[in-house]
């Protein structure tokens, strides 16, 4: 089964700066998915990023980019330029041939003024 | 932008109720999905559906649970009898490609169930 591990429970970055965050999955498959989502208080999920295995290319959507590690099977999600509304709960997720998102345990991002 | 639309947005019950929480997913969209997420934990995966039947179940999807789509459009997760440990946000979600591979998962806003 496939596993994803996010390491920092919680992270903090000063708005206008540059935070990363971790994320590592375990898997045998070589064709998945993988995604980044955010959870602000309202408790919605919503798509930041979404990276495709075949893909050597890092998926880019505006201030959100991901580091894409397939050898290591890594995943980070790098945040520029910090805003105020960026603060919320991210998940690491998984999609594989299993056709279900794994998610991993989150990473609380606090936004400091 | 299509949405998938959730109702209740909270709901709750006695130990023992049953409880339909609905689920109108993306018009267009094939797979279903229901997860859960207790208060404080991960978001962990329930059940898909695919074609009018169930493709993947969790161990966490036992007979207390069932799915149905009864009229094309909406999409029910049914928990026969509450427990305690049932208290959690459900949140559907839909995606459009079909079996060969994968889109994006558009989740609803959830409903919290709370179980008294």
């Known amino acids: 089964a496939q596993t994803v591990t996010q390491s920092q429970p919680e992270m903090s970055v000063q708005e206008a700066e540059t935070v990363t965050l971790s994320c590592t999955y375990d898997?045998?498959?070589?064709?998945?998915?993988l995604f980044w989502y955010k959870q602000p208080p309202s408790r919605q999920m919503i798509l930041v990023i979404r990276q495709e295995a075949y893909k050597q290319q890092n998926a880019t959507e505006n201030r959100f980019s991901v580091n894409f590690q397939k050898a290591a099977k890594s995943f980070s999600l790098k945040i520029s330029d910090s805003q105020l509304g960026d603060a919320a709960m991210y998940f690491c997720?998984?999609?594989?041939?299993?056709?279900?998102?794994?998610f991993g345990s989150g990473t609380q991002l606090t936004v400091l003024p | 932008e299509p949405e998938v639309t959730q109702t209740p947005s909270h709901q709750v019950t006695q130990m023992g109720q049953e409880v339909i929480l609905r689920c109108v997913p993306i018009?267009?969209?094939?797979?279903f999905y229901w997860y859960r997420q207790i208060l404080g934990q991960k978001v962990e995966f329930l059940v898909s559906?695919?074609?009018?039947?169930?493709?993947?179940k969790s161990e966490i999807f036992d007979d207390q649970f069932s799915v149905e789509r009864p009229d094309g459009s909406n999409f029910t997760l049914k928990i026969r009898s509450t427990k305690l440990e049932d208290s959690a946000m459900y949140f559907c979600a839909s995606d459009d490609r079909g079996p060969s591979g994968a889109n994006v998962l558009t989740f609803g806003a959830g409903s919290r169930l709370t179980v008294l």
């Open positions: 018009s267009n969209h094939l797979y």
């Open positions: 997720a998984y999609f594989g041939s299993a056709r279900q998102l794994t």
């Open positions: 898997t045998s498959e070589s064709d998945y998915y």
């Open positions: 559906f695919y074609n009018n039947e169930i493709s993947e």
